[in-house]
């Protein structure tokens, strides 16, 4: 079955250091991978995607990601984190077989202390 | 960029009342519309797909007669939570996609209606 897990419930992170939240997916072939941010009471902001090509995609707001095909990872990125980067964040897969059915994870919290 | 809107973004009813929920492009077509139920602290579940004039698709377990669909413009989409329940208090996000179905041409999210039934 297609599946997305994200291990971490939630992330806590010093402002200015680097953060990772990870993401796991199971699908067969070779899927789109996203990550997408949710303030509270929000909608879903798309952050970066993963189609083809180089592993490392970068995003908004100075997030990247890294496709590992053999890890089967999509692991979120940032170099220096805001306090602002505080949010829930979702990890997502499109399978290229389907329509456009997304599969999210159960979302990361990321908490960055000042 | 591409903005997708809902409406209302709060409403609270009665038990036994229907709901309506509106999800709008605003600067562009969509041809395909999707609306997403999430529990609190849970993921995104997809509720069903429906293209600009045809019926919606919808996944299983979602029950089609209680959660109606309507995609009457490319720019429109409806939900309509009939004879609403507590069990149905969520928060419901919708997203748009405009062109035909490819990598690139991604969803576009709404902000999200949530709904407290009493």
């Known amino acids: 079955a297609q599946s997305v897990a994200q291990p971490e419930d939630q992330v806590n992170v010093a402002e200015g250091n680097p953060l990772t939240v990870k993401c796991t997916y199971s699908?067969?072939?070779?899927?789109?991978l996203f990550w997408y941010v949710q303030y509270p009471n929000r909608g879903l902001q798309f952050l970066l995607k993963?189609?083809?090509?180089?592993?490392l995609v970068k995003g908004s707001y100075g997030f990247e990601a890294e496709f590992n095909k053999s890890q089967t990872s999509f692991h979120l990125k940032k170099p220096s984190a805001l306090v602002s980067d505080s949010a829930l964040y979702f990890c997502?897969?499109?399978?290229?077989?389907?329509?456009?059915?997304?599969?999210f994870g159960t979302g990361t919290r990321l908490q960055v202390f000042p | 960029g591409a903005v997708v809107s809902q409406h209302p973004s709060w409403v609270i009813c009665k038990s036994g009342t229907s709901v309506k929920i509106e999800c709008r492009s605003l600067?562009?077509?969509?041809?395909?519309m999707f609306w997403y139920r999430q529990f609190p602290k849970q993921s995104l579940m997809l509720m069903a797909t429906?293209?600009?004039?045809?019926?919606?698709?919808?996944e299983q377990g979602v029950e089609k007669d209680k959660f109606l669909i309507n995609h009457a413009s490319l720019t429109l989409s409806t939900l309509t939570v009939t004879s609403a329940h507590p069990e149905d208090s969520s928060f419901y996000i919708c997203?748009?996609?405009?062109?035909?179905?490819?990598?690139?041409?991604?969803?576009?999210f709404g902000p999200g209606t949530r709904l407290t039934v009493l």
């Open positions: 997203s748009a996609r405009t062109g035909l179905l490819g990598p690139y041409n991604e969803q576009f």
């Open positions: 699908v067969s072939g070779n899927p789109y």
């Open positions: 993963y189609i083809t090509g180089d592993n």
């Open positions: 997502a897969v499109r399978d290229r077989r389907d329509t456009d059915k997304l599969i």
């Open positions: 600067d562009f077509q969509a041809t395909t």
């Open positions: 429906s293209n600009e004039g045809s019926k919606a698709t919808y």
